[in-house]
């Protein structure tokens, strides 16, 4: 693994030399810099807490216990006719509640799914357009009293 390693390492220093060297003989660039730091850093963290939504979207309905399944299988049994419901017993109030947590947990879930999802479609749009060179796209963003407008010319 060592003799590897050294052996890349050689054969890619050629290459890093000649790197280094065109970027010691680079000329400025002439355009702007970004259009917007404030955009960028509003879309980084739109973005990164929208994706934290998604994943604790995700963690939320995959963490089913299935407390639910009895109790479907409960109603289904007494809504057969052919069965006999004489051996049928009521849930309990714990079996109820563990539905009913598992139930809230899987309409949250997809609620955090929601938002994250709008946050990410939100935030990305932010950092592009904030870091594009500011000589070349003219953003307007207005608020009226009945509505806002965005506007984006390129």
Known sequence: MTRWLLTLALVMSPAIASA??????????SGGGPQSPALIVTGVLMSASGIGGLIAGGVLISGSDGACSDLQALAEAASN??????DLL???EGEISACQAEVNR??????????GGAFVLAGLPLLIVGA???DDV???FE????GA???LEF
Do not use: C, R
């Not at 280094?20 to 660039?29: R, Y």
């Not at 006719?81 to 004489?86: E, G, L, R, W």
């Open 138 to 140: 003219a953003v307007s």
């Open 149 to 151: 407008t965005f506007s």
């Open 106 to 115: 899987t309409v949250a879930g997809g609620i955090a799914l929601v938002t």
């Open 90 to 92: 009521p849930p309990t």
């Open 81 to 86: 006719p052919n069965s006999d419901t004489a």
């Open 132 to 134: 594009t060179p500011s």
């Open 143 to 146: 608020v009226k009293p009945m």
């Open 20 to 29: 280094d060297e065109a970027v010691e003989n680079a000329e400025p660039s």
